[in-house]
Nanobody, 127 residues
């Protein structure tokens, strides 16, 4: 249902773009976003968007550096990550939840309870 791609190794200050293609949803309205888990740490929300109104929420740690966008025609969400820092190193997961829900809540709770999860993609930022 969710196919994520785009991770890799990049130097600090560099950029990467993650993609997540969604398919098979029964509803046109859903929240979809990115979550990450660094070694030894709990999963945290990065950014999430609701498709019904385009409301987008970002974690404080990525505001101004990361941009979430969605191509509704392709059912694909993108996370453009600029000015990457070593602390951004983590496995990034795309997740989605059908229906009209608050992307801020999903980001705060680290995606706990979301319907669908893609396989993680590793982002490594070297110093």
């Amino acid at each position: 249902q969710l196919q994520a791609s785009g991770g890799g190794l990049v130097q600090a200050g560099g950029s990467l773009r993650l993609s997540c293609a969604a398919s098979g949803f029964t509803s046109d309205d859903y929240s979809i976003g990115w979550f990450r888990q660094a070694p030894g740490k709990e999963r945290e929300g990065v950014s999430c968007i609701s498709t019904d109104d385009g409301n987008t929420y970002y974690a404080d740690s990525v505001k101004g550096r990361f941009t979430l966008s969605i191509d509704n025609a392709k059912n694909t969400v993108y996370l453009q990550m600029n000015s990457l820092k070593p602390e951004d190193t983590a496995v990034y997961y795309c997740a989605a939840h059908e229906g009209r829900t608050d992307p801020e809540i999903w980001t705060i709770v680290g995606g706990m309870g979301m319907d669908y999860w893609g396989k993680g993609t590793l982002v490594t930022v070297s110093s």
